[in-house]
């Protein structure tokens, strides 16, 4: 049975381990330059050339677009085209057990797409730690890699996601029986959890950091406005850090807007952000959020720091696998029971 | 060796079929003793049918002692239609062969000689 | 006569939609067996059922004294030509008897590669560039390579022009003739069934309507025409299957073991077919709603 399943993806395996080939390549090449040039630099974003942006966005791309390919073409199919081609008679018929039938396919598949997107995800994610996050000193940065737009992209949760791509594909496959039907269904469901999770799962797989802070010249960041709102917003500890909320709170401890005559005691203040010029007593600025302490606003911050990195992608990913276990239990039910 | 069809439409069952072919060729001499008939194997292949109808026809033809199995080896014809009997026929085929010439210059085609010796050979039949 | 499959008020049902509803069938062991009935009859979904490939909603099935697909060793023992003969199409035909090889318990590989040179079958052809009839063929092959002890074929012969359907035939009947095989066909064309079973049953609706020995069917069968009658006028052994009346004439079909004495009627036998089509026209609830078994 293994071997009829590597038969059958044989071809998309080899072309996809040949890119992910191609990718280590890539990397190895043009990583210790890019890694020297910005070793030690304070603005290492101005030190990237164009093609070095290119490169670093198109790993990120890869990467988060990769397992819903696997989810869509390996997933999909995996039961639904066997169905509609009356295949899974052939392979029941040749003394192969149903259980043993979907258990090889789930197994040998999601074994290749573990693989080849996990060698992919190791060379992209050391390609970019030197330059994850790099800031400039005019404006443009690098994203940081605790945050949604890269964490999905790097270390181990690409695997994670590839694996249940699959095991999801082949659920839908086995549902709706046809494999165009599945492979949609598959990508839509799919993205829909990837946007779900960072906003509503990971921010809370490890309970994060919640510290309730005063206003001060070491921890402001600046104020933005929106609509007719003032947000003001302080530092994490690190740069790093994911910040989740950063949200001022009255005295009672819920989040409270501004009060008015804040506003009106900032200099200046007609739109886009503003940051202390000066530091010292006499700025007008400090003594504004100083009425503001006084007035018992404090900031309240919910981050998960930058050292959780490793921590978070283990939780999530691990998470993952587990809910793609229950799937391939799923999957198996409903072959057993509801289809045959 | 002699070699079976099989006439879907005719109405009799294949084994009997069979049977008959058998005891035709036997009667026209063209199956002597000693003859082997085509394996069970080689009938069921060539006329794709059940190879339980050419056991029943072979057991029946055994039944009638024209045939007996030797086994591992195959089916024998365990008689021959006596010499003679192919002497009487020698002489009235080659009357019915002139006389099929005579029919033919006759102007008759085909069928009607066919329907002629039918209707005859019935007419025959009933007197006798 | 030992049955090599039984079942026992079996059902299948989809949604609110009975596909086969309390049917009660014995195979008999040893005999190539016809199955035949209309469509949606519900030949197909027995068929899938007692190859292991659709599990049963209500009632019991044993195939070579086990339920179907109860182990891989079951499955051994059962060899099936599916409906529309499913291949790999991506294989080619020599990757087809490696995966069977690979696959099955039992595998007679010499015997499969046999076939294969017989039937002039290039191994190195895919799968979707072979014509109907050799599909047929490989599907065969993979079924008989296994040794099994039943046979199920789902019209196999359905879709195949008349050479290949006679190919096929033939190879079937030589690998039944070289081995302790049981075989069920199902198909629509009687005349095929009528050269190659020795045994038919007929099912309409989900139920037997008549199973038994073909010849002693034919044999016991008979068309009997003359002036009209009622049909309640039959002598008690004689009893009815299909009857026809026109203003003057009736047409019966009867089943009787004794001679037909009364010289009023026309005898003659008749054909399998014409026998299966009065099995099947008759009408859902019978007299005593029981199948007709007629043993050897």
New interface residues.
Partial sequence: ?T??TW??LRLQALTLGLLAAAIVVVAAVTGPNLADAVTGNSSPYDQLTSTDRTLFTAGIVVLAVLPALLGAFWGGPMVARELE??????????????R?WLATKLGLTTAIAALVVGVTSLAITWWSSSIDGAVSSASGALPERLTPVSFAMRGLTPLGYAVFAVALGALVGAIVRRTTLAMAITLAVFIAIQIAVPIWVRPNLIPPTIETIAFSQKTFAGITIRGDQLLIELHTPNRSDWVIANETIDTDGDPATVPEWFRDCLPGVDGGNTAPTRVGNEDPLWDCLTQLTDAGYRQRLVYQSADRFWRLQWAETSTYLIVSALLALASYWWI??RL? | MIDFW?D?RS?V???LQVVQQVRHAFRLGMLREGDQLPT??DV??????????VLKAYRELEHEGLVKPRPGVGTFVTRSLPDDMIEIYRPLRRELESWLVKARRAGLDHESIEALVASTFRAEQDVA | MTTILEARGLGKRYGRRWALQDCTVDLPAG??TGLVGPNGAGKTTLL?IA?????PSTGTIEVCGKRP?S???Q??R???V???T??????TVA?HL???A????TWDDALAWRRLDALRLDPKQRADRLSGGQRAQL?LT??LA?RPELLILDEPVASLDPLAR?EF??????A???NEMSVVISSHLV?DL?????HIIVLVDSKVRVSGDV?TL?DTHYRLVGPRRDTTRLPSDQHLVEARSTDRQSTFIVRTEAPIADPVWSVS?I?LEDLVLAYMSQPTEGPRGRPLEVAQ
């Fill in positions: 049975m071997w009829l038969r059958q081609a009356g295949t899974h008679q052939l392979a029941w018929t040749q003394s192969v057990t149903r043993r057993r029971h045959a | 099989l879907s109405g069952a294949p084994y069970v194997k069921v292949a060539s006329l794709a049918i059940n190879p339980n109808t | 005999h190539v899938n190859a292991g490939v659709l599990s697909a182990s891989a060793a499955l051994a059962v060899g099936v599916a409906q529309h499913p291949i790999f199409a991506a294989l990757e490696e995966m069977g690979r696959l099955n318990l599907v993979l079924a296994k006679r035939l033939q190879g079937l009947m030589e039944v003739a070289d005349s009528e050269r190659v079973c020795d010849e034919l036998r054909g």
